[in-house]
């Protein structure tokens, strides 16, 4: 049997025990381990006095994995950008944000909403992970935004929505995870996100704003806060703006050196914010509970990431991507439009899967594909398919798939986002914050259209740092 | 997780604590490592001093970061997974799919932990310094601890998939409806609900 | 028979005498032996020896100074002031290290043959400010480079800093290293170049050493005919790879011009008295250590000094 049919089969069955519910990281190590001994052995011609050598051979490379692959320092950031929001949360930094949200720009139609959208855009600055935010955000600003007579659904579908922006916007533990999986900058990606994720709250904003004017009960404008009370608002939310500067300066200072690595970047934000919480009245039980929270999601990433990557191990061993790559690009179609197909695929998987699975098991074969499309890893800008050289090409396109995973958070039937706002609250059901959340999809598509459209949003900031 | 007085469910109430363990360990390795950094930074940027070694330790902590929790989290059934399929499940058929799964995991395991302690067994060598057979890059220092970690972690965690395995199995013979020493099979509405009480509290 | 063959990042000058290597040897075989070479598929470079030791592939690259504890014989080859001049001495050097008994006795604790090696040019800096060609100057520097050579650049009061090869270019540009010590092609593909104002031509403190690895098992179940393709195939690859590689120099000079980088011609005597200061005690702190392991430290060490010594009055 060739090695890519062997390739196939293991892979087909991967997607059977994931659909079968059996846990993706392992699902993953047991394919890729299961693949590597067939393929070893079906080198030895299924000698059956072989099989033992096969099988060690294959024990060896896929217990190797975990402890290879898990120990490189930049992967140090997936935990230290989870604790960074655990800890913001004890810091109460969630409160003050959209305190001075609201006293800002609440003024506007549909102000409450708005003021919702920017604090979790703020609050994306200090949390690395989507779903936290919503959870947050349903118990502070569902409340408020009630008592002035909003829909409920309405509000429920603003907090779903505004949550997925923290996968953008830098911290984000799943942009580190597409820089480590398609081995590319982490800090060129982090700085990618930071216009689209702004630019995906503005979407929001306006939506918000066009639906407040349209029809009028939907959400009043909020006013009457001073001067004086806009400015009083600012310094508890201030940690925040000390966190984004300290990232942006350790992945790109504008104004000459940068401070660091990225990797340190994250350290010392999270160290500012563990300060903050200390001063807000965070205790030991508290931060150990946020360490045993950390450290569980944490593990959880990690186990799907040495999963997926002895998996990774045996399609290079099978040599499936490259396959799947030269079958990419002999198809007769437009290179844009295969990458709107692979994004139209990724919207439907998204719809059943989690997003950091489903980017794990995909990205190994369709990076490669995505970049032979553009010309190779290696192309300059003028030589390739969608103007842009090889290492931009990998920056957007993690942009557009995070954005992507980002989407799936909030479409039925397991919008991650959604569950989680319903399940805070008790006055709402999951098709409550389906039905609201329903026109943030059209805020979505506009801005992937505008991003495939216009790679410019993308790439302006991360071209800066060379 | 239900508990009560069987055996099973006591040899459950004695891996927890290991495994809590575990985890602590897991969350006070990243929280140094936020020490680690600012200290390396702050010695770099006032003090023209930085910490030499500061990628080699990193490195060497990172298993114990990523790995050590394993069980923990498999103990509660945090590993994520599709359940469109299992979620929809009950009784019997539900304890089958769910016994299946676990042996398939075990057989993965027990291969890792065997793979992972040859790993670790070809960079010990007591004959030399320090046991030392293989080295980091930069300080030099013995890469056998860091990859003792996995073979343990990994240990634990065929503890925990036999209790499990057993546990399923028990309810799947008995056609039990609540066994014990299992994770509970939560619907998605639960799980959120779960994970959003896990911030409860602290405001 | 096919081999795999594991090394990494993406095919440059580093690895073209392993790609010259698998296509003579399929030339002389007509096809029946071919060599089918992984940039980074199937291993992670560190664990390029233990995957030999294993058997997951049968050929591979690595570097004595990702571990030196893995391959403590070659890391000779890594000590610093060496005074290795060129690639042709590089060549001759690892040569006769690796034929030595106690180099491929601790290869075969991994299942492994040293094959060839991959010379490589001395690791010079480039930095950024002002030059820096007095040894007093080098105090405080924070340097990005490993092993030996950081050694070497802390006996002379600078501050090695570990970033990966990877992290280097932003490591300059943050400022958290002033300079970095690469080979000129790391210089080139790293970008390290562009944040340089200036490079040392003649510091020549040393470089790494990376040699090509075989599977023992897979080598000796090779047939007669096979195998002796690949041996007749080796000195015919590493001349491709340094007449590739003096190309690459060759451009190297343009470079400098082209991205405004000075060339900072050191004083010989400050190269003597780093060398006094640093070489020295590395060297000496060396052979005891293997010594002490049971090692003929130096055993190895003369035979290196001889060596280059017979490849300069050679002439290369
Ligand atoms: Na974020
Ligand atoms: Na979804």
Not at chain 2, 15 to 35: Q, T, W
Request: aromatic share 10%; with cysteine; glycine share 8%.
């Amino acid at each position: 049997m060739e090695p890519i049919e062997i390739g196939i089969w293991t892979s087909a069955g991967l997607l059977l025990m994931v659909v079968l519910g059996m846990r993706v990281a392992f699902a993953a190590g047991l394919a890729g381990f299961v693949g590597l001994v067939w393929l070893r052995w079906n080198g030895f011609d299924y000698d059956p006095a072989r099989f033992g050598k096969s099988l060690e051979i294959s024990v060896k490379i896929a217990g190797l994995t975990p402890h290879s692959k898990v120990s490189a320092q930049v992967l140090s950031l997936i935990p230290v950008f989870i604790m960074i929001g655990y800890l913001a949360y004890y810091a109460k930094l969630t409160t003050a944000l959209f305190e001075a949200a609201k006293r800002w720009v609440a003024w506007v139609p549909g102000g409450l909403a708005v003021s919702t959208v920017f604090a979790t855009a703020g609050f994306a600055a200090v949390s690395g992970a989507s779903v936290a935010t919503a959870a947050v955000f349903a118990r502070i600003a569902i409340p408020e935004m009630l008592k002035i007579g909003y829909n409920k659904q309405f509000a429920a579908g603003v907090v779903a929505a505004g949550g997925t922006l923290a996968s953008l916007i830098p911290p984000s533990a799943i942009l580190v995870i597409y820089a480590i999986i398609v081995e590319q900058d982490v800090g060129k990606l982090l700085l990618a996100g930071f216009i689209p994720g702004a630019f995906s709250a503005i979407v929001y904003a306006i939506l918000i704003i066009s639906i407040a004017v349209v029809f009028k009960n939907v959400g009043p404008p909020v006013s009457g806060f001073t001067w004086k009370e806009r400015f009083a608002s600012l310094p508890p939310a201030m940690p925040i703006f000390a966190v984004v500067v300290i990232i942006i300066f350790f992945v790109y200072n504008p104004f000459g050196d940068a401070w660091g690595t990225p990797t340190e970047g994250g350290a010392v934000g999270a160290f500012i914010v563990f300060l903050m919480a200390l001063y807000r009245g965070m205790r030991w039980g508290q931060l150990k509970e946020a360490l045993l929270e950390t450290a569980k999601l944490t593990v959880m990433i990690f186990t799907i990431i040495w999963g997926v990557l002895i998996y990774v191990r045996f399609l290079g061993f099978a040599e499936l991507p490259e396959a799947f790559a030269d079958w990419i690009t002999s198809l007769e179609m437009s290179p844009l439009l295969i990458l709107i197909c692979i994004l139209l695929a990724y919207a439907v998987l998204g719809m059943f899967m989690d997003a950091i699975g489903m980017l794990l098991l995909t990205l190994p074969v369709v990076y490669p594909a995505v970049m032979a499309l553009n010309g190779g890893e290696f192309v300059s800008a003028a030589d390739s398919a969608f103007g842009m050289s090889g290492t931009m090409c990998a920056i957007w396109f993690g942009i557009l798939v995070v954005k992507m995973a980002e989407f799936c958070l909030i479409t039925p039937p397991i919008g991650l986002n959604c569950f989680v706002v319903a399940g805070v609250r008790d006055d709402l059901s999951v098709q409550d914050v389906f039905k609201g959340v329903t026109p943030f999809f059209v805020a979505d598509a506009v801005t992937i259209a505008l991003l495939v459209a216009f790679p410019g949003i993308v790439l302006w900031l991360p071209s800066l740092a060379g | 997780m239900l508990e009560d007085s069987s055996l099973l469910s006591k040899l459950d109430r004695m891996l927890l604590p290991i495994e809590r363990f575990c985890a602590l360990l897991s969350g006070l390795a990243i929280f140094s490592l936020m020490f680690l950094a600012a200290y390396s930074v702050t010695g770099r940027k006032f003090f023209a001093s930085p910490m030499m070694g500061y990628v080699d330790y990193i490195e060497a902590a990172m298993p114990i970061i990523a790995i050590m929790g394993v069980s923990y989290v498999q103990r509660d059934g945090t590993h994520i997974r599709m359940d469109m399929l299992v979620g929809n499940l009950k009784g019997r058929l539900l304890w089958l799919f769910e016994l299946i799964s676990i042996l398939l995991i075990l057989v993965l395991i027990v291969a890792l932990t065997w793979g992972a302690w040859e790993h670790f067994d070809r960079s010990f060598d007591c004959a030399r310094p320090l046991c030392s057979r293989d080295s980091s890059i930069d300080v030099g220092i013995p890469i056998w601890p860091s990859k003792l970690v996995v073979p343990i972690a990994f240990g634990v965690l065929v503890l925990r998939l036999l209790l499990q395995a057993w546990g399923y199995g028990r309810a799947l013979i008995l056609g039990l409806e609540n066994p014990v020493a299992v994770p509970l099979n939560l619907s998605i509405a639960e799980q959120a609900r779960l994970e959003a009480d896990a911030l409860e509290g602290a405001d | 028979t096919e081999w795999n063959v594991s090394v990494w990042g993406k095919r440059r000058a580093f690895t073209e005498h392993i790609e010259k290597l698998a296509e003579l040897v399929s030339e002389k075989t007509g096809g029946d032996f071919t060599m089918n070479v992984s940039y980074g598929g199937l291993s992670k470079n560190r664990e390029n020896l233990d995957g030999i030791s294993i058997g997951a592939f049968e050929m591979a690259q690595f570097c004595a100074g990702y571990h030196r504890d893995k391959n403590r014989v070659v890391t000779v080859l890594e000590l610093p002031f060496l005074g290795v001049e060129n690639l042709e001495q590089e060549r001759a050097v690892s040569k006769a290290v690796y034929s030595h008994p106690a180099a491929a006795e601790e290869m075969a604790q991994w299942n492994a043959k040293l094959l060839m090696t991959s010379p490589m040019p001395q690791y010079n800096l480039v930095g950024t400010g002002e030059p820096r060609d007095e040894l007093a100057e080098f105090e405080g520097m924070r340097v990005r480079a490993t092993g030996g050579l950081g050694q070497a650049f802390e006996a002379v009061g600078a501050v090695p800093t570990s970033v990966t090869a990877t992290e280097a270019y932003q490591a300059m540009e943050s400022g958290v290293v002033d300079t970095v010590a690469f080979a000129q092609h790391a210089h080139l593909s790293f970008g390290t170049i562009n944040q340089a104002d200036w490079w040392t031509a003649n510091l020549n403190p040393g470089t790494v050493n990376c040699p090509v690895v075989v599977n023992i098992d897979a080598y000796e179940s090779l047939s007669d005919e096979h195998r002796e393709a690949l041996d007749s195939s080796i000195e015919e690859a590493l001349d491709h790879y340094l007449a590739n590689y003096a190309d690459l120099l060759k451009r190297w000079d343009s470079v400098l011009e082209e991205k405004g980088v000075q060339k900072v011609v050191l004083a010989p005597e400050v190269i003597e008295e780093f060398r006094a200061k640093a070489a020295v005690p590395i060297r000496d702190k060396w052979i005891a250590d293997m010594e002490a392991q049971g090692l003929p430290g130096q055993e190895l060490y003369d035979l290196v000094v001889k060596t280059l010594e017979e490849a300069k009055m050679g002439g290369s």
